[in-house]
DNA sequence: AGTATAGTAGACAGATCTGTCTACTATCAG
DNA sequence: CTGATAGTAGACAGATCTGTCTACTATACT
């Protein structure tokens, strides 16, 4: 049996680790197999042991960033404990994360923009993301609008959100997060409450 | 004197055409040179006698895009006369565009994201675009809110079109743009009155 | 000690990319 | 008819891309 079965679990984290971060900041098509593995220190071989093609590492990446994703939003939002706050801090999440140094938009969108309908995979990954995005917010906004109401607002805030990482991207402005949250706030029918 | 200087317009009209559709359903690095001339019969050397490089054809492409962007959506929005009916026909506008069969997300977004900070040039064209669009908005609010609320709702309203945007090409909903309208159409101060 | 295997290093194939260059053709003015 | 020129066709260079393969090394288990 020739050695590319079973290889070693910590090197293709290590991999899809590198990848992650270079694939966000320098977009999928511009960084090429050969940086990934000169930035991690691994063999191609390697790579080719662990992933049957670039467009599978690629899809690992989105799979890896939708958990550090949700579960950095998570934790952020357990931070608070008031329903109006809890919902406050997504948005502030992601004005942290539009400052931080390396910031080039969300790799969901930048998959859908890069790839469009062409890798059937890639694309369902970045849909799934969004509508795990969107249940999270479902979840926030029940103590808020009873449940009748939350999926409705969810969706609304869902797209104040992307719209936001748009802007940012563009713009370079981080307030983007900001002046969605003030939009979202007017539209909460418990503004008139507790504001 | 060689053959390299001033060559005839139309054939650079036919070759930004030409690449101006396939940068924006292919997207800009995964839509070669050679597809572009293909796809308009031109040779290789014509492009070069017109260009000094890929780049600056996208550069070009974005230009063409944000004068026939701008001037579209000024058309469509010029068929009605009310204040509220015209800022509703933006959003209308990207209704339409959305299920459009090619779409694959906004040219200037996509750039930004395929490049990052990467070419300037490019950076830059895609912040005038929105920054253009802002201003229509400006200009569509002003009736509506006076020119003191304007540029804030405007920028709103721009972000909300973003998000349009992103969700329409992660999920392929182009009633995106009926719920950006519906939340802006909440936010305006004068909602009240005229509904 | 000995053997199997996951790893490294990197050559290689084959495709594709941008950009340059040569050679030929069509058009049009004088 | 002649000559200038914008165009076509496409070879070519040089780089880079994905993916495969050979050869060697380090490790770990028996």
């Known amino acids: 049996m020739p050695s590319q079965l079973a290889?070693?679990?910590?090197k293709r984290a290590h991999l899809v680790d590198t990848a992650l971060r270079l694939f966000a900041t320098g977009g999928y098509h511009a960084?090429?197999?050969?940086?990934v593995l000169a930035e991690a220190g691994v063999a191609k071989k390697t790579l080719y042991a662990h992933f049957p093609s670039k467009n599978a590492l690629i899809a690992e990446v989105l799979r890896e960033r939708d958990r550090r994703f949700r579960a950095s939003l998570a934790a952020f939002v357990d931070r608070q404990s008031a329903p109006l706050d809890r919902l406050a801090a997504v948005f502030a999440w992601h004005r942290q994360w539009f400052e931080e140094p390396g910031f080039a938009g969300c790799m969901f969108l930048n998959v859908?923009?890069?790839?469009?309908?062409e890798v059937a995979e890639l694309q369902l990954l970045a849909r799934e993301h969004k509508r795990a995005v969107e249940t999270y917010l479902v979840g926030?906004?029940?103590?808020?609008?009873?449940?009748?109401?939350?999926?409705?607002?969810a969706a609304?805030?869902?797209?104040?959100?992307d719209g936001a990482i748009g802007v940012a991207l563009v713009s370079g402005d981080a307030e983007a997060a900001g002046?969605?949250?003030?939009m979202a706030r007017r539209l909460l029918p418990a503004?008139?409450?507790p504001a």
């Open 140 to 153: 926030l906004l029940e103590p808020l609008t009873g449940a009748g109401e939350a999926p409705v607002l």
């Open 179 to 182: 002046r969605a949250w003030n």
């Open 31 to 35: 960084v090429g197999i050969d940086r």
């Open 191 to 193: 503004f008139a409450a």
């Open 7 to 10: 290889p070693r679990a910590d």
């Open 112 to 117: 859908a923009a890069e790839f469009h309908g």
């Open 156 to 161: 609304d805030f869902n797209l104040l959100l």
